[in-house]
C-alpha cells in the first residue's frame, strides 16, 4: 500500500504559474506509473500527467507545452509544474499510484484559476 498526500494549488490568476507536489508514504521507485489527475465540477475525473520509472512521460493534450511532471525517487515525491494557467485548469487535482496493478489516490489539492 501507499499513502498519497497532495499540497500547493490554492488560487491563481490566469496566466500565472502554480506547482503541486504529491508526498507518498514509501519508496516510489518500484512504483512503475505515477500520475496526475483532475476533476472539474460536473466533469469525469481526467489525466493530467503520468510518469513512468523510467522517466517517461504523458500529457494531456490539453496541457501540453504548459504542464511539467516529474518525480524524485530519492524524496518519494512526485511534482507537478503547472504554467500558463488558464480558467478551464480549475479542478481538484488527485496525485495517483499504480502498485502492483492496484489504483492509490491522494485526497486532492484545489486549484483555482480566476480570469
Known amino acids: 500500500q501507499v499513502q498519497l498526500v497532495e499540497s500547493g494549488g490554492g488560487l491563481v490568476q490566469a496566466g500565472e504559474s502554480t506547482r503541486l507536489s504529491c508526498a507518498a508514504s514509501?519508496?516510489?521507485?518500484?512504483?512503475?506509473?505515477m500520475g496526475w489527475y483532475r476533476q472539474a465540477p460536473g466533469k469525469q475525473r481526467e489525466l493530467v500527467a503520468s510518469?513512468?520509472?523510467?522517466?517517461?512521460?504523458n500529457y494531456a493534450d490539453s496541457v501540453k507545452g504548459r504542464f511539467t511532471i516529474s518525480r524524485d525517487n530519492t524524496k518519494n515525491a512526485v511534482d507537478l509544474q503547472m504554467n500558463s494557467l488558464k480558467p478551464e485548469d480549475t479542478a481538484d487535482y488527485y496525485c495517483?499510484?499504480?502498485?502492483?496493478?492496484?489504483?492509490?489516490w491522494g485526497k486532492g489539492t484545489l486549484v483555482t484559476v480566476s480570469s
Open positions: 514509501r519508496s516510489i521507485f518500484s512504483i512503475n506509473v
Open positions: 495517483n499510484a499504480n502498485l502492483f496493478g492496484m489504483n492509490y
Open positions: 510518469i513512468r520509472s523510467g522517466g517517461s512521460t
